[in-house]
């Protein structure tokens, strides 16, 4: 039996949302192009589907002018957000249309007349761990139908890729799980450091955990299972006990001697949920659905919450293609070195454009556990985006990169924001220099108040 209460008001904003759907025979979905963007947008896909509404769906990098032209120009008179929204709830009044916005990331921005605006925040829930876009667009679902329930799998492939099942589920994700767990559709398996997958394939693409000279060297992969004594060829489900015991001791061992905290250690052996019928678990949704992102083919991801079994197979090729120039980026920076400041490290991220997974990365495998970790794109367009990754000991210092990334963008006109230990910004690529000397000053005096 599901323990978790949703609050009241909460069900209340998620009624009043289901009835504007409902008033509707067209709808036009926003939602973010990561992980948990595209779970969002694929849910609302299918339960609009369900629904037999006709609906288009818009994936995106970021909400801007563009995008907001993009939803005025829309032929819907509806306009469904997920996992975007918050920083632009003062504009939407203007386009004249219902607009629902789904979004988990903090804002001081103040909705118009009309906007339905679900946040977790709002309820005094923390959006940065305790629900994320596909949370939210699936407890629509679930109010529009409860038969939407089967929907909840792909709500976790959301989770695991915004980091909401690191340390456990809490908030309005314990909703999810416990009613997930009832109803046999997602079940849970110990953590492991052991990728999941085949021992030579998965220690060779992974970055999480990323093994110095083993991830992308299939030579340092051989040696490394020659010298664990098992065989290369074998499956993570498939090692016995032995096995899984001497080569995760062997894998913490090297990523201790390559400075990675025990801290990061614990997360990366969090506990894994595997989802019914699908023949994986979160983690794994949570990168097919990336990759679909990142290709800009979010459509792939929506075809596959819709049960195509072409789009999972060209998903998984996708995924495969993603992961190697992923592993070869982080090979290449390993190289090279983050660029050290007082309170910062910064690396250029223009060449590989993997930019908010290679922060991810350097911060947890690579680089000084002590400072945040700032990438930068310089697109061809003169405009650059920037992505920020901290850890929780950074956060328990006063470190909210939200606040660090959104005053030190706007210092140089841009704009930026997101949660305390993940967030993005974007601002003129001439000022890339002085937006970083910004950010370490800002960076060091949220050191100095939180150490009083």
Known sequence: MVEYDLPSKLLSHLSIAAEHVRSHDFVHIFSHHDADGVAAG???????????????????????????????????????????????LDQFESLEKDVIVLDHHKSDKVEGSGIVYINPHNYDIDGMTSGCGSTLAFLLAVTIDERNWDLVKYAFGGLAGDRQLINGLTGLNTYLGEGAQERGLVTVMDGSLIPIGTLSQSLYISTEPYIRGVGGSSVGTKAFLEEAGIDQTKDFLDLTDDEKHRLSSMIAVKLLDQGVS?????????????????GMDAETLSDLLNACGREKMGGIGVGICLGNKDSLAYARELNYNSKKDLIEATVELDKMKVTPMEHIQFFDSTASGFTGMLCSIVMHFIGDPEKPTIGINYGTDGKAKASARGSWEQLDKGIDLSVAMREASESVGGQGGGHRIASGANFPSFRGQEFLKNLDEIIGKQLVTGAK
């Open 262 to 278: 025990i801290q990061t250690l614990e997360e990366t052996a969090r506990t894994r949920y595997i989802l019914k019928d699908m």
């Open 42 to 88: 694929s849910i609302l896909a299918c339960m609009l589907q369900r629904l037999d509404i006709e609906y288009q769906v818009s994936f995106v990098p970021v909400l801007d002018d563009d995008v907001l032209s993009m939803m005025r120009d829309s032929y819907s008179e509806c306009i469904l957000m997920s996992d975007i929204g918050a920083s632009y």
